[in-house]
DNA sequence: TTCTGTACTTACCAAATGGAAACCTTGAAA
DNA sequence: TTTCAAGGTTTCCATTTGGTAAGTACAGAA
């Protein structure tokens, strides 16, 4: 009993590590641009996800690598040569983002409306009788 | 053309902010825990959700029903009673997050190990000959 | 008359986030 | 011999985040 607690405490625990690693501003970009380009270099990245700052992308680049979303190659040649590609899990995570990219791109319209209802919107409000 | 641009541009700006809206830690869980349990009070959701202070859920929740994912009904009565749902949009979000929550599940001990692998990994690394 | 319950709101504050910009490495080209 | 390239790393700093704790409102119970 305790055991069982104990795991899904754990299990728990580790589902919501996940969800803070993997439903990040710049993992959620870099995974779509890296479903889309394939395999693609560190400046070449920073374009397609576009905003992002080096040190942004470098890190996010590296969490992903540590997940074992990402497989990062070095050619040692100078001036260095990088470059980053998707692993079989780390599509696996983008094929499973889509659905929210669809309904991100379904709804954005909705949103809008449903946002500017509420700031028009009296602040104080009642259940009608 | 220039039109095209802006609209693409705009676009791609809402759907930014789209997802720092919906991607977000307890954004995720409150929208699974009213999933799971239908119409809820504020206290016991806090209960399901585990771990928020009332601060942070207060301001999801508003988020939440600014963007139309939740319906907030206030009873006027003394103590206050206030009770939260999804609307027809926040369900169908929360079934979008259901591929990733899936997702998740499955994956959560290949990453596990993928982290160790990778910190028990020598620093630097080029790719071999 | 003081206490309780519920759903906040506010003030305060420490910690985390993340951008800008400078610095680093090394071989080759100008 | 200065410059450049690519992919970082580091430092500085302002903003944001988010927790704790206290305050608020008000009717009915004790």
Redesign the interface.
Known sequence: MTDVLEHTAA?EQ???E???A????WT??VLEALEEHGEVRFTRLAELVGGVSQKMLTKTLRQM????LVVR????VIPPHVEYRLTD?GL??S??????W????A??E??????E???ARPKV???AK
């Open positions: 299990l580790m589902v919501r996940m969800i803070d993997v439903a990040d501003r959620m970009l690598e540590r997940d074992g190659t070095v050619h040692p899990m696996s995570l094929e499973a983002f889509c659905g929210v669809q309904w991100v791109e709804h954005q909705r949103v809008q409306v449903a946002r209802e509420f700031d409000m009642v259940a």
